[in-house]
């Protein structure tokens, strides 16, 4: 069984910094892409970033050069360092992870974490 577990949310003030980490644990083979998704009160999930196996990053427009997602494939584990917070950053963070799980020719498929609350407020 795999499981992602988040952590290093919270609350804090408008400019303000927060790390959020996630560690993947379970009879994992390889994790290919890792990623964040965030999701606010009355709306869809959305990308924040992700990072693949090579380190190729991508996010999403309204978080470029604020966040920087990096990952320590040794530790199955994938940081979100979010600086320069606005309240609409808002929302429940989710952890993603796109792994292959048991052998090489095992089962691949997309596994989320239980989600983490940032709040950015004055």
């Known amino acids: 069984q795999v499981q992602l577990v988040e952590s290093g949310g919270g609350g804090v003030q408008p400019g303000g910094s927060l790390r959020l980490s996630c560690a993947a644990s379970g009879n994992i083979v390889i994790i290919y892409t890792m990623g964040w998704y965030r999701q606010a009160p009355g709306k869809q999930r959305e990308l924040v970033a992700t990072?693949?196996?090579?380190?190729?990053?991508n996010y999403a427009d309204s978080v470029k050069g604020r966040f920087t997602i990096s990952r320590d494939s040794a530790k199955n584990t994938v940081y979100l360092q979010m600086n320069s917070l606005k309240a609409e950053d808002t929302a429940v963070y989710y952890c993603?992870?796109?792994?292959?799980?048991?052998?090489?020719?095992?089962?691949?498929?997309?596994?989320w974490g239980q989600g983490t609350q940032v709040t950015v407020s004055s």
């Open positions: 990072i693949t196996s090579c380190d190729s990053t």
């Open positions: 993603n992870a796109d792994l292959r799980r048991d052998a090489l020719w095992g089962a691949r498929d997309h596994y």
